[in-house]
């Protein structure tokens, strides 16, 4: 996976680039409405650009070519409707005409971009039971977080409720966890010597 390989590295390098340009911008004392842009579009291609890349997965399956192929689509999707709202705004900064709307259309692909890299990340080496039962929980409680997460974002939190909020943290946290324990899953199965899925 060089291409998965290199828009990573891309990704990084941009992100570091963006993180260096506002450094000099808060150094210089120089921070107007096109830093601002500028920042905020480096951070942009580099976020998306790493989830595009985490969510590429090597073609084993039909689903793995699916999910590389909506990983990346969603990705560019996402990059060109924040670019809009950084740079097609001409009066107030990222605020125009119908901005509303568009920008729950950004922050939803921005969360489905983020949920498909961690969905993949989740995915891989599946070998061993525990490891597959483990990311198979934890793929049904990171799906759960991002619809909670579309419904308060179109919602815009509007007669949730505290039960909503309470139910998207119980779930959130657990996605976390199962993340967590999905990362040392393989190495306890591997020391343990048992192979239990072929």
């Not at 963006?18 to 480096?42: K, P, V």
């Not at 961690?118 to 080496?125: F, K, N």
């Not at 324990?181 to 020391?191: G, H, M, N, T, Y």
Request: hydrophobic share 55%.
């Amino acid at each position: 996976m060089e291409l998965k390989k290199g828009l990573l590295w891309a990704s990084v390098g941009i992100i570091a680039f963006s993180g260096l340009m506002t450094a000099l911008f808060f150094l210089m004392g120089n921070f107007g409405e096109t830093q601002i842009r500028l920042i905020a579009s480096t951070f942009v291609l580099g976020g998306f650009g790493m989830t595009a890349s985490l969510a590429m997965r090597e073609s084993k399956t039909p689903g793995d070519a699916m999910q590389s192929g909506v990983g990346a689509v969603v990705a560019v999707i996402g990059t060109l409707v924040f670019m809009h709202l950084i740079w097609g705004s001409s009066n107030d900064l990222f605020m125009g005409r119908d901005s509303e709307s568009e920008w729950k259309l950004a922050f939803t692909v921005a969360t489905l971009s983020f949920t498909l890299a961690w969905i993949a990340q989740v995915r891989t080496d599946l070998s061993h039971a525990a490891v597959l039962w483990c990311s198979v929980v934890t793929i049904a409680f990171v799906a759960a977080s991002e619809l909670m997460l579309l419904v308060l974002i179109w919602s815009e939190g509007r007669d949730l409720g505290e039960f909503f909020y309470r139910l998207l943290a119980f779930v959130t946290v657990l996605a976390v966890t199962g993340s967590a324990i999905r990362l040392v899953l393989p190495k306890l199965a591997k020391d343990s010597g048992v192979k239990i899925v072929p």
